[in-house]
């Protein structure tokens, strides 16, 4: 579980993103439609767009602040990212997308924990063509976790996939959770995906935070 502090506004031309928000939380969930500044969010978190104003803040460590003039780079926050393109590189097979995230002091077991608990022990010797968006995800989210980050941002990593492997795939999500205890932020448009790992969810519309709290209390679901 982590502290989280989001007190972010950020201009785009005609657009604002205006969130403030202080919870304790395993899973936080972005939900909305596309636009409502889900992604925008996220990566003022990983630190790829600098706020206008405001302060973010991971447990006791200010990753951005405009009054103390604080903005770690993304390679210090500490912030495990998957974007919406997992961003695999092509000329390396999948063991050598997950190591490519190693560093010198990544403990020698936290390699063949993440292939089991991922399942990618059947994939190690692929190329990135041969995978499904599914695996091509799995594969992104074992990279960003071996650097053994803070939080893990994930932006959509169910949006290609149809319904039947997201039932499929959720449960490796699931398995983050609970057996590496690595908090997320989950961005989605899926109600459904919320409900089923998520503690506390923002509600974003148009750059506002229309709800926030348990998912019973701030999604509907429609099937």
Request: aromatic share 4%; hydrophobic share 40%.
């Amino acid at each position: 579980m982590i502290s989280l502090t989001l007190d972010v506004t950020l201009r785009q031309q005609a657009f604002t993103l205006e969130v403030r928000e202080t919870a304790s939380v395993e899973v936080l969930g972005l939900y909305g439609p596309s636009g409502s500044g889900k992604t925008s969010l996220l990566e003022a978190i990983a630190g790829l767009r600098t706020p206008d104003e405001g302060e973010i803040r991971i447990n006791d460590r200010v990753l951005f602040s405009s009054q103390g003039g604080v903005n770690l780079a993304p390679r210090e926050r500490h912030i495990g990212y998957v974007p919406q393109d997992a961003l695999l590189f092509p000329h390396l097979d999948v063991e050598q997308n997950i190591r490519y995230g190693e560093r010198g002091d990544t403990p020698p077991d936290l390699f063949p924990s993440l292939t089991q608990i991922l399942e990618l022990d059947p994939l190690l010797s692929r190329r990135v063509r041969h995978l499904s968006g599914g695996e091509k995800q799995r594969v992104a989210v074992a990279r960003a976790l071996i650097t053994r980050p803070t939080v893990l941002l994930l932006d959509e990593p169910l949006a290609g996939v149809d319904r039947a492997r997201r039932e499929l795939i959720l449960p490796y999500v699931l398995r983050i959770r609970r057996d590496l205890h690595v908090p997320l932020v989950y961005v989605t448009h899926d109600a459904a995906e919320l409900t089923a790992i998520a503690d506390r969810v923002l509600r974003l519309d148009a750059g506002r935070v229309l709800a926030a709290g348990a998912p019973s209390d701030t999604l509907t679901i429609a099937e």
